[in-house]
Structure formats: C-alpha cells, structure tokens
C-alpha cells in the first residue's frame, strides 16, 4: 500500500474504531517486549554461569552457538517491533498512526476510559491527578495528545532500531554484500532499543486502556537454571545419546 493511500485511509476512519483496533494490537506488542525480555535474561544468566565455570568454554562451541542463536532471534523482535509495513502490527505502526491522527486520543476518550475504571477526579482533589499520565502527552489545552510529542517518540524509536534493521537486513535475512554494513549495533544498543520500546510502549498502553504499567518485563516463575545442575551427558561412551554424523 502506498503511503499517501495509507495516510489518506486512516484520517478517513472513525476515532473510536481507531481505539478499539489499537487495543487490539496491546497485547501482542506486550508479549513480544515481555518475551524479548525473557531471552535476554536467559543469555544474561548463561553469560553469569559460564564466566564462574571457565572449563564450558572448552571449546566454546555451545555458547558461540547459543550466543549467535540469541542474537539473531532478539535483533529479528526488535526489527518486528519497529516494522512499518501497512500489513503489520507494530509499535512503530502505533505511534505512526497515532501522529498521524492525534485526535483519537483525546482527553475526552481518556476521561470516559478512567470513568469505566471507577476513576473520577472529583475523587481525587488534593490528593493526587488521576489524569497526570495523559496531561503529560497533551497539547496546551488538554484536549488531546500532542502530535509534536508523538513525533519525537517516533524519531527516538527510528533512531534506536536503525542498525539492528540493517543488521536484519543485510545478515540475517539476506546475505547481502560484506561492504554494504560499516558499523554493526553493540550488543548495549539492542539491549537499550528493547528498553526504549518497553518504556514507549508503557505510556501509550496507559493511554489507550488506563493501566500504569511501567514496564512489561514479568518475573519468571521459575528457575530456568534448574536444567543445568545435573549432567546432561554421562562420560560413558556406552551411555552417551547419539551423536549426528551429517546426511545420511
């Protein structure tokens, strides 16, 4: 689709029909963050465990294979979550949408959103603003959020995303000439990307549905690391699992 087709089609849709499609793609976006999160707690920890056991990385042919696994699937979410095709659900796609119709989130929606929470601000005078979340992203007069803002977020998404896209690009997806990449993205910029996404994604979900996440990152509920305190391979040649000798 075109972007002039693109842009021309969204102002032509209803605000509430706009709301009601954004809250749909909520869920999903938070699951890819919070998944995202999860891999890289995983290859965090396994990093903690081989620097205090020096002898795995002998050779170090599992965590090379672990690290570069890892890599690929985290740079391919954080390219998925920064996706700007029409087609696609994304972050990106949110807050492009969003500049492109700041009207939908007005304060009006908002108001209406905090009431069917059981939310009022007469309730809250003195004490605290119920509404401060929204007035933070709004235009002088309340009446809605500011599209200067939105811009600004999106200019900050783009920014974080633009190597890690080359990198999907140009390495991971296709394998593109060896010239066409100068600078790969250090493995701080994908981590500071993924936290980037998860702290935009937190505002505009409490401006869509009125919920005060900060953060999407959820505490495992269990110890991954359990699968590594036993032996996973007996030192008995008669007992060891087979082994792939290549095709057959």
């Not at 979550?81 to 009006?108: A, F, G």
């Not at 080359?166 to 296709?174: E, T």
């Not at 394998?175 to 994908?190: D, G």
């Not at 495992?220 to 036993?230: D, N, S």
Request: charged share 30%; hydrophobic share 40%; with cysteine.
């Amino acid at each position: 689709m075109r972007l002039k087709k693109y842009r021309t089609l969204i102002r032509s849709i209803p605000a509430y029909a706009f709301r009601q499609k954004w809250r749909r793609w909520l869920p999903r976006l938070k699951d890819d963050i919070s998944d995202l999160y999860h891999g890289l707690q995983i290859y965090k920890d396994l990093i903690e465990i081989v620097k205090a056991n020096p002898e795995t990385l002998k050779p170090p042919v599992f965590f090379n294979w672990a690290e570069n696994n890892f890599l690929a699937i985290f740079c391919v979410g954080i390219r998925r979550l920064s996706d700007k095709d029409p087609r696609s659900i994304s972050l990106r796609r949110l807050l492009q949408e969003m500049l492109w119709r700041p009207d939908v989130v007005s304060r009006r929606s908002y108001v209406m959103l905090q009431n069917r929470r059981g939310i009022r601000a007469s309730h809250y005078r003195g004490i605290l603003n119920p509404f401060k979340a929204f007035d933070e992203v709004a235009i002088k007069d309340k009446s809605r959020i500011s599209a200067m803002l939105v811009r600004k977020d999106l200019a900050s998404l783009k920014k974080a995303e633009v190597r890690i896209r080359r990198l999907v690009s140009k390495r991971i997806a296709h394998n593109a000439p060896l010239n066409q990449i100068r600078k790969f993205p250090k493995k701080q910029q994908i981590e500071e990307a993924l936290e980037l996404f998860d702290r935009l994604l937190a505002k505009y979900n409490t401006l869509l549905t009125g919920e005060g996440f900060s953060t999407f990152y959820a505490t495992p509920q269990y110890e991954w690391r359990t699968v590594l305190q036993k032996p996973w391979m007996s030192s008995n040649s008669l007992k060891k699992p087979p082994h792939y000798m290549g095709p057959r």
